[in-house]
């Protein structure tokens, strides 16, 4: 955007107003927090003043240490030219639609392997309390309960109700509907190398998780291992604690092929209106000549073209 355009206030622009609205709440008739896998949201920011104008895709991740658990993201392109946003709106959508798939499930990994280690804590923190209260219950001989062991019990009273809500959230996050993805023509799947690596759960922790397709096993593939540490019965606010960045609320090898989508979108949308709809008139043609294009086919159509056969590829891994 030519001018005295000011990046900065026009991104927060973007980022200041939640069109999701998305929460982790107590829903009526339910006793543990539920996750909402809210649709995307998508729309058209324009400033005339400024003669800036932005497609604006907004996306829900999740975060253990944000409120709600829900941390609200969004991805623009930001354009002059506010015929091109309105044209190709249906093909930024569809690109954006891809990068943030791959975000998601990534976030959707990282956030059930953080479950399971805040698991395992509330496991361990659990066996420290329960032997204090033993050591405590033996060493009164006075057949009452001293206030230290009433703090001991409602710690663990604590505990146990934390361990029960966070298991129902790994239960939950396990159970998205994953097949979605495979209904697309986009395929963020990890390589066969990445898939072995996963670790052995405990037995709470399969316990915690309902049978699932091979596809969303190997996405949420258990911890290596885990050393587990004593963690306080009450959690601090979550003013105290610094939120994650993208790159950590992200399995890093979806983080990769999102920055790599995102590179394609600015790539593919260079140029003005004319230039676009040429384009892709253009390669909808060539999509149709499979057997004598081999002489007249665009390199950058093979580019993509080999993408696209390399991500349907791993899906059969």
Do not use: W
């Not at 930024?92 to 953080?114: D, M, V, Y």
């Not at 963020?188 to 759960?201: F, N, R």
Request: aromatic letters at 12%; a negative charge; glycine letters at 6%.
């Amino acid at each position: 955007v030519p001018g005295n355009f000011d990046l900065n206030y026009f991104s927060l622009r973007i980022m200041s107003v939640d069109y999701q609205a998305s929460f982790v709440g107590h829903p009526p008739g339910c006793a543990y927090p539920k996750l909402n896998f809210v649709e995307d949201s998508k729309v058209v920011l324009g400033d005339s003043k400024e003669g800036a104008f932005a497609y604006v895709h907004h996306l829900t991740l999740y975060d253990l240490e944000a409120r709600g658990f829900v941390r609200p993201f969004c991805m623009a392109y930001i354009s002059a030219d506010e015929h091109k946003i309105m044209q190709q709106f249906q093909e930024l959508s569809a690109e954006f639609s891809k990068a943030s798939e791959c975000l998601k499930t990534g976030n959707r990994k990282a956030f059930a392997s953080e479950l399971e280690k805040k698991l395992k804590d509330l496991d361990y923190t659990r066996t420290v309390l329960h032997n204090e209260t033993e050591i405590q219950k033996k060493a009164n001989d006075k057949g009452y309960y001293t206030t230290q062991a009433i703090e001991k019990a409602n710690e663990l009273a604590s505990v146990e109700k934390s361990i029960i809500e966070h298991q129902d959230l790994l239960k939950q996050i396990r159970s998205y509907p994953y097949r979605k993805l495979k209904e697309s023509d986009f395929h963020p799947y990890e390589p066969e190398c990445a898939l072995d690596q996963g670790g052995t759960g405990s037995a709470q922790d399969l316990a915690a998780s309902d049978p699932a397709e091979p596809g969303e096993m190997h996405l949420y593939s258990r911890l290596p291992s885990y050393t587990p540490k004593l963690i306080k019965a009450k959690p601090a606010k979550c003013f105290d604690k610094k939120l994650k960045t993208l790159e950590e609320l992200c399995d890093i090898y979806f983080f990769t092929q999102t920055l790599d989508q995102l590179h394609h979108i600015e790539r593919t949308f260079r140029g003005d209106v004319c230039y676009l709809l040429t384009n892709q008139i253009s390669r909808a043609l060539l999509k149709q000549q499979n057997v004598t294009n081999f002489l007249f086919e665009d390199v950058s159509f093979l580019d993509g073209k080999a993408s696209e056969n390399q991500y349907r590829g791993c899906q059969g891994l």
